[in-house]
């Protein structure tokens, strides 16, 4: 019989499943059988995977199916979950799971389930209306989110993917921060930039997600200016997306979060007094695809706010957003500066001529 000696081929039926799931650092830690979960109806699809409704001990919760090509995605988001601290404000993480098909074995990440799907989603919903109270209470629930990642100890977390759609909202209409897929640490070298997989959250990616060139001394000035010390996969997984270097990647810290973050309260902001949602950079008609938008964005151009924004949520919009990432605060200045806009906001005269600018249906 012929050896097949070529280690790109292999037979299926000679894949050792028991062998891939030891490799998979706690997964018999955090192992939930599959004879536990109730499958009730399909959620939805990302580019990596399937999301499912189920119950778990009668508990309704979301099961997100990723294909077995996927297993290094699996791999960082469930290194990511087991590694968050709990938050009201981040997706809470149940366990991993795996659905057994012949010659197939799918990975799958259990948490909590949001019946309100995801902040996109409600902005979308011509049938909800919002209106400051909301928006005070969503960007500060998003924020706080933020800030138990970059504050995490000992070894911080940025998450890189902050969009609209990675909001989820529960029935209490809290905001949880999720999808931790791609939150690789090192995610914005060519790999990312060619993916067709996150072609959704460009608006959202930072001017400086777009440089490339080796700035290592740069690096080191950005940390220490900033306090960072955040987790990096290269240093803590082995997941194969980890080996293109940190050292040819742009310095992305927490304030490329800080700049997504702003993005979304442009998206708030617009739906609140126009009434209707708009995507962000959709009104450069001169902006045909991803390559351009990134290109305007690293010149400096930016979503504009409608004419009424009121002043004080302009100014710190327009900070969250500043080209230069050391300008832009910090989420405990975002924090700060929210609650004050908010007390200022619940004066009775301003509250007035604020509530004005609402277009209600
Ligand atoms: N916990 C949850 N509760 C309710 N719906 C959910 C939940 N998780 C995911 N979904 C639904 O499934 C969709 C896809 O999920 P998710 O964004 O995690 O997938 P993905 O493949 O990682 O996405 P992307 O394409 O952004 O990489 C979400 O937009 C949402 O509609």
Not at 321 to 338: F, T
């Amino acid at each position: 019989m012929e050896v097949v000696t070529n280690n790109n081929f292999f037979d299926e039926n000679e894949i050792d499943f028991k062998l891939i799931k030891e490799s998979i650092i706690n997964f018999k830690l955090w192992e939930i059988s599959n004879q536990q979960i109730e499958y009730v109806c399909r959620l939805g699809s990302g580019s990596l995977c399937r999301v499912y409704k189920g119950r778990l001990n009668k508990k309704p919760i979301a099961i997100k199916v990723f294909s077995p090509i996927r297993l290094e995605e699996f791999k960082t988001e469930f290194l990511m979950m087991q590694s968050l601290r709990s938050s009201p404000f981040l997706i809470s993480f149940y366990g991993v799971s795996i659905v057994e098909e012949p010659q197939k074995q799918c990975y799958c990440i259990i948490t909590e389930f949001c019946s309100r799907d995801s902040l996109y989603h409600i902005m979308t919903d011509k049938t909800i209306e919002l209106g400051w109270n909301r928006f005070f209470q969503f960007s500060m629930q998003i924020i706080l989110g933020l800030q138990s990642l970059h504050n995490r100890k000992p070894k911080p977390i940025v998450h890189r993917d902050v969009t609209s759609l990675n909001i989820l909202v529960n029935e209490d209409w809290e905001c949880k921060i999720s999808n931790f897929s791609a939150s690789r640490f090192n995610c914005l070298n060519t790999e990312y930039i060619n993916s067709n997989n996150h072609n959704k959250s460009f608006a959202f990616c930072s001017p400086e997600s777009s440089d490339f060139q080796d700035n290592d001394d740069d690096d080191d000035d950005y940390d220490n200016n900033n306090n960072n010390n955040f987790l990096s996969l290269s240093s803590s997984s082995s997941s194969s997306s980890s080996s293109s270097s940190s050292s040819s990647s742009p310095p992305l810290t927490s304030k490329s979060d800080i700049y997504s973050f702003g993005i979304i309260m442009f998206e708030l902001i617009s739906r609140i007094i126009n009434g209707e949602y708009s995507h962000p950079f959709s009104e450069f008609k001169e902006i045909k695809n991803d390559f351009q938008l990134m290109l305007s964005s690293k010149n400096g151009l930016r979503p504009s706010l409608p004419n009424l924004c009121p002043q004080p949520i302009e100014k710190l919009y327009k900070l969250c957003v500043d080209q230069s990432p050391l300008n832009r605060p910090s989420c405990e200045e975002v924090i700060m500066s929210l609650n004050q806009i908010r007390s200022f906001y619940l004066i009775p005269q301003t509250k007035k001529s604020w509530d004005k600018l609402v277009l209600k249906k």
